[in-house]
């Protein structure tokens, strides 16, 4: 370890620690609930995970959350996967996300901002209205608990108000970025059979329009449990035959009705994706997100009334779904419609400025472009009131902590977070009252055992091990959609570690309790943050009539990059020239999405394959890490060994 991780970059000052919201939470539960009262965090967190069910029953009612029927205990079964959290309870997610709008209904709710970087509010008491309306029509339309509602849109205001009024009428929310193309949403949405679809006529991006019609057309085609499809006219078109348009259903003035659910209902679906075959559809309940999500922005993320939270994301990431969540804490959030880096690289710090963001997330991708472009934020930007820079996506490396002390400010809060869509929160990151380390995550998260774990399942400090977490969390998926035996949700996390959720992220624990990311360990693509199987690169390359089989690899760099190389196993005769480049990169645009263009494309020989015909992802992502080829595969389970001459020769040449 380097002598300057010794020491932290930033302390939180006396004061800072005091007013903290989680100091006051310990407080108070060590008054009420035997929390210890000394002994700071690391203290609290051994108790959150020791006492598990007290400290959850601590965390309900320390945000008051109200249950319309009580629970019959806390945990009624606490084995992975399948946990019980607060049976006999009902609740709604939406009537807490909208709580504020009865004591601040003039004050925003959202903060909406384009490519002008104009911000435009939307106060408690709109935002209320709005949901209340559109929960009303939803019911009207014969939208019933239970029943999907998709949306195919950016991150405007109508997302937000769409989602909250399906979770008012107890329907499942499910959506994806309209910069998705046709085969990637339908592999989404199609497994989930969505009755009602959201959809906008294009969307702005990089100072352009980006026509969806045609798109939404062939949505509307190939989803044929649709009943209603509700058009948004971002680009000012009239809305197709047979739509219903969205200002009609969102102009009355009628109070949200909030269906009362069991604690398990679902609430969304989001999608991940293993390495072969359909994203995984993983379904998250309107409980268990709305306990596990006022921990995290009311505690970890120290948000309340008079913060103003901005992260940078799309409705195709969970990190959507987490900031809409900033709602609970009576946080006003803001959404950024745009690209990240328009009109300069800068993009971002700029709408920190105008919304008085307290606390601002990006990707570690995007302080790491800000820092090669020489983007100086504090000096061309009034910051006062950012307190908290959080990253994710991928691991903020060190010069990217001290790019952000330096240039933002030296008393800042950093807070390289990790999680997954898979939870939709984070097993470690911020922690308002904790020093901040060059490279390091301040601290498991509270309620959540994380550890790292060798192959045999003995815990690991200071030594690099896979992530598990032993003991289940309340936004753990209640199970996948069409996944009836529970087979898949086993398998994509308890099939290494009987009973104990394995992540597929490499993590060293350290003696202090920090935590270092160290990338995937599985090879699903992580580019931007979002997540993506290498099957839906395959699928849609491997229609061009010049590609026998191609292999797509996602490598962290050390310097806090992500090279995707895609290889591809031309078919007889054919020639990897301009238009054949030009080609591949548009499909995967235009079918995938713009964020997993490959940053190489790359003849080779051949595509090696495990006995049973598998392409072996993780292998050759070792191989072009440097790992010797005797380390990095089985020779006694490949198809052709010989193949893997290329990649080892690649990877030495990179090096």
Not at 56 to 70: G, I, L, N, Y
Not at 160 to 167: D, E, G, N, P, Y
Not at 237 to 249: F, I, K, N, R
Not at 350 to 367: C, D, F, N, P, Q
């Amino acid at each position: 370890m380097s002598t300057d991780s010794l020491q932290p970059l930033w302390q939180p000052d006396p004061e800072r620690i005091d007013r903290a919201r989680i100091t006051r939470f310990q407080a108070w539960a060590a008054e009420h609930h035997g929390a210890p009262a000394e002994g700071g965090y690391a203290a609290l967190q051994r108790w959150s995970v020791d006492d598990l069910e007290t400290f959850w029953k601590a965390v309900t009612e320390w945000f008051d959350v109200r249950f319309s029927t009580p629970y019959a205990r806390v945990l009624g079964d606490r084995s992975m996967p399948g946990a019980q959290w607060f049976p006999g309870a009902t609740l709604n997610y939406a009537e807490h996300a909208l709580r504020a709008a009865d004591t601040r209904a003039d004050e925003p709710a959202l903060l909406h901002v384009d490519e002008t970087h104009e911000p435009r509010p939307v106060t408690w008491a709109e935002l209320r209205r709005q949901v209340g309306s559109l929960a009303a029509e939803l019911r009207a339309l014969g939208v019933r608990p239970g029943d999907r509602v998709s949306g195919y849109l950016p991150n405007v205001p109508q997302a937000v108000v769409a989602l909250l009024a399906t979770a008012a009428v107890g329907g499942v929310w499910t959506s994806c970025a309209p910069d998705f193309g046709a085969r990637s949403v339908l592999d989404r949405f199609q497994q989930v059979e969505p009755v009602v679809l959201f959809t906008v006529d294009g969307y702005r991006y990089g100072g352009k329009e980006h026509d969806r019609r045609e798109i939404v057309a062939e949505l509307r085609r190939e989803l044929p449990t649709l009943r209603a499809v509700v058009h948004i006219p971002l680009l000012g078109t009239d809305a197709p035959e047979g739509a219903l348009d969205w200002s009609s259903l969102t102009s009355g003035d009628t109070a949200p009705v909030f269906e009362q659910v069991p604690f398990d209902h679902p609430l969304w679906v989001l999608y991940s994706s293993g390495t072969t075959g359909l994203p995984k559809a993983i379904v998250q309940s309107q409980g268990g997100i709305l306990v596990e999500h006022l921990k995290q922005l009311g505690l970890h993320c120290d948000l309340g009334p008079e913060d103003r939270f901005f992260w940078y994301t799309s409705t195709g990431w969970m990190m959507w779904n987490f900031l809409v969540s900033g709602l609970l804490t009576g946080t006003t959030i803001v959404l950024y419609d745009g690209s990240p880096g328009y009109p300069d690289t800068a993009a971002q710090w700029r709408i920190a400025e105008r919304t008085k963001a307290t606390l601002y997330g990006t990707s570690a991708a995007y302080v790491m472009a800000c820092r090669k472009a020489g983007v100086h934020p504090s000096r061309d930007f009034d910051l006062s009131s950012v307190q908290c820079v959080a990253t994710t996506g991928s691991p903020l490396p060190p010069d990217g902590f001290r790019w952000l002390h330096d240039e933002v400010r030296d008393n800042l809060w950093i807070a390289s977070v990790s999680g997954g869509t898979d939870v939709c929160s984070c097993f470690a990151g911020a922690v308002p009252t904790l020093p901040v380390h060059l490279g390091e995550l301040q601290a498991p998260c509270l309620g959540t055992d994380l550890q790292s774990w060798d192959p045999n399942g003995n815990p690991l400090i200071h030594e690099v091990g896979e992530l598990v977490v032993t003991n289940p969390m309340p936004s753990m998926p209640i199970h996948f959609w069409n996944d009836p035996d529970g087979s898949r949700y086993h398998d994509s996390y308890f099939d290494t570690y009987p009973g104990v959720w394995r992540h597929g992220d490499w993590i060293t624990v350290t003696s202090r309790g920090s935590v270092i990311i160290h990338g995937r360990s599985d090879s699903t693509l992580n580019r931007q943050g979002v997540r993506m199987g290498s099957a839906d690169i395959y699928e849609a390359v491997e229609r061009l009539p010049e590609i026998r089989e191609s292999l797509v690899i996602g490598i962290e760099q050390p310097d806090g990059g992500y090279w995707m190389p895609l290889f591809v196993h031309l078919a007889p005769g054919a020639v990897l020239d301009e238009p054949l480049l030009s080609r591949i990169n548009q499909t995967i645009r235009e079918q995938l999405s713009p964020r997993h263009v490959p940053d190489e494309i790359i003849e080779v020989p051949g595509i090696p394959h495990t006995l049973t015909g598998k392409r072996i992802e993780v292998p050759v992502k070792r191989l072009l890490q440097g790992t010797p080829l005797e380390q990095a595969v089985n020779p006694g389970s490949i198809d052709n060994l010989d193949l893997l001459a290329f990649y080892e020769d690649l990877a030495r040449k990179r090096s």
